[in-house]
């Protein structure tokens, strides 16, 4: 293999540090050629120092000279702004884009790389549920590679790996059902954030810890498999499995089933999308089957957990309806995450986005942006509105 560089949209974050720690162990094969974040800038640069990249682009454009100043010693290129990430994917000598920004912000560089005929290592689950169709008709047009980065859909395309020729019977996404698996609406009323932000098997960042303690992490999921794998609602399935060790199942239409595992650890998918096709030699710890030697699995109590029934609800509407979710979920993941509002009023956010907010069946990139737009704004005057009390929506029973 060649010298692979490669973009790292969001290095500062969860995926983006352990992909660089993934680079770090294959010099002779992968390059962190361009570096980027949000707001994180003493970590940007400690990336910078340490890798070395030709380009590195900080979001918050206040924090660009702090940045420039502490790499002038070096050959770093220090850019600054969201329209710079945009441009920069598009570079000649960039290979493949690591998209793992935080949310709604990866849709519009996603493009511009596809575009530019970059493959994407789709860490950003979100740019796939707002413009699922979109993103993936581009990719088709431009021959770029969409290469999963989430450990189930990795898992997914694992299994299907010369299966090509062989029909898809449904898919089984695999939860762990978060740090409030079995809990009731009671409990969920009075959580904090620190409790949902203790995850019992992944290390995450915050918004998508948060969105696996209310199964809408999984909704997501559910979503973004539909298109990367061309499926139908009803082809995919969800099973709660707290040990997290069977990541993700294909059942075949002969009734066979196979199934990827190992130890939770994301740097395992984000190695195998940077080799694909190859699977490279790692020292990672190994999975042993003596120290799990029970694996339970169990439906998901989406009455409990709606955001999950929601997501599957957006599915089956289509259109701009997953935008709307995901926006939604955003805003109110952030309410949350700020106290200012409880935990099960998230998902009375998102359905009232859902009932409220302008459906479109066959939407336009401008659409995405309108409605993206709208909802966040929508959603935003929800939370001011709600008694400040409470924190909290009425419970359903």
Avoid at 292 to 299: I, R
Avoid at 311 to 338: H, Q
């Amino acid at each position: 293999m060649n010298i692979k560089n490669i973009a790292i949209l969001g290095s500062t974050g969860s995926i983006g540090t352990q992909a660089l720690d993934v680079i770090g162990r294959n010099p002779d094969l992968f390059r962190a050629y361009v570096l980027t974040a949000q707001n994180n800038a003493d970590l940007l640069i400690a990336q910078a120092l340490q890798f070395n990249p030709v380009y590195v682009i900080i979001c918050n454009k206040n924090k660009y000279q702090y940045i420039k100043d502490a790499l002038a010693n070096t050959d770093v290129q220090v850019l600054a702004g969201v329209e710079a990430i945009t441009d920069m994917v598009t570079h000649p000598e960039i290979n493949m884009v690591l998209t793992a920004m935080v949310g709604f912000s990866g849709l519009e560089p996603t493009i511009a790389a596809i575009k530019a005929g970059k493959d994407i290592a789709l860490a950003n689950k979100e740019t796939l549920v707002v413009a699922g169709e979109l993103i993936t008709d581009l990719a088709t047009k431009h021959n770029v590679k969409l290469l999963p980065v989430d450990s189930e859909h990795s898992a997914i395309f694992q299994c299907l790996a010369g299966e090509e020729n062989n029909s898809i019977e449904k898919i089984i996404l695999t939860a762990s059902g978060g740090p409030f698996r079995g809990k009731d609406l009671d409990f969920l009323a009075k959580v904090l954030r620190e409790d949902a932000l203790k995850h019992p098997n992944w290390v995450m960042g915050a918004k998508i810890t948060i969105d696996s303690a209310s199964l809408m992490n999984k909704g997501l999921e559910v979503i973004e498999a539909r298109w990367l794998f061309g499926l139908d609602a009803d082809q995919i399935d969800v099973i709660v499995h707290p040990q997290s060790i069977i990541h993700s199942m294909v059942q075949f239409q002969d009734g066979s089933i196979k199934a990827q595992m190992g130890l939770p650890d994301m740097k395992l998918p984000i190695q195998y999308a940077f080799a694909y096709p190859n699977r490279l030699q790692n020292n990672f710890k190994r999975f042993d089957f003596t120290s799990y030697p029970n694996l339970t699995f169990e439906k998901p109590d989406i009455k409990t957990f709606r955001n999950l029934a929601l997501a599957f609800d957006a599915l089956n509407k289509g259109g701009n309806m997953p935008c709307i979710i995901n926006a939604a979920n955003e805003i109110a993941v952030s309410g949350f995450l700020n106290n200012s509002i409880g935990f099960l009023a998230m998902s009375e956010i998102i359905e009232t986005c859902m009932q409220k907010i302008e459906h479109k069946a066959n939407p336009t990139l401008d659409d995405y942006l309108n409605t993206d737009k709208e909802t966040r704004i929508f959603a935003q005057n929800l939370i001011k509105q709600m008694p400040l009390k409470a924190l909290q929506f009425d419970i359903k029973q």
